[in-house]
């Protein structure tokens, strides 16, 4: 049996997953959704060791496939250190990624790391940054919008401050990297960077929200790679 954990970004709840869970479901899936929304200030290892403890909790059998979108994608690596052996694959869905001490303020941009330090210090308490409108995660169709809207939350600043503690047992582990085109940031390029299968995608940054069909599809193969090479 095959157990997906799939691990929202910021500014999302588990939901993020709702449209997909169900089609891995039919294909004879399991699924975990942790999540990392609890109000508090909270960061990136507080929710590494929350992932780490939804992977306790899947059956010694299962083969567990870690998938991560977005800013989680760093949550998941970390997360995999922590637990290599537990771990038989690695999803980023346009997932920020890096090596041992890369966070989101050495991999975004600059801009982007300013305003979002700048949100929080006007209207996040210097603590929270407040939730982008749906089109900053791609969402400019009126029903998706007003969907995903009332659904976003403050995302903890340190969550981008802190960076990722890795010794390396992660990568062991093989690894699809999925980028949505068209492209907002070089995410084909942090998975090319990692040594991972790296896939397009053709959707938004929240891809699982208007094209969950191929998303799953592709997550579903994940299943016949072994080591990072297909099995026949």
Known sequence: ????????????????????????????????????????????????????????????????????????????????????????????????????????????????????????????????????PPAAFGITDTENAAWLAPRLLPQPLRTFTESTRLTGAVDGIPGTALYCRPQTYPFDRFGEALGYRTLPLDGPHDVMLTHPEPLARLLLEVRSFKNGKREV
């Open 1 to 132: 049996m095959t157990t997906f954990v799939l691990v929202h970004g910021a500014w999302h709840g588990p939901w993020a997953w709702e449209r997909v869970v169900p089609l891995l479901h039919a294909a004879g899936a399991r699924t975990l959704t942790p999540d990392l929304s609890a109000d508090g200030d909270f960061g990136l290892h507080d929710h590494a060791e929350a992932v780490v403890a939804a992977l306790d909790t899947v059956a010694a059998q299962d083969d567990i496939v870690l998938v991560g979108h977005s800013y989680a994608g760093l949550v998941v690596r970390e997360a995999a250190d922590a637990r290599p052996d537990a771990v038989g694959h690695l999803v980023l869905v346009d997932g920020w990624a890096g090596a041992d001490g890369d966070g989101m303020v050495s991999l975004a941009p600059g801009s982007f790391v300013q305003a979002v330090r700048a949100a929080a210090e006007t209207r996040g308490g210097g603590r929270r940054i407040p939730a982008p």
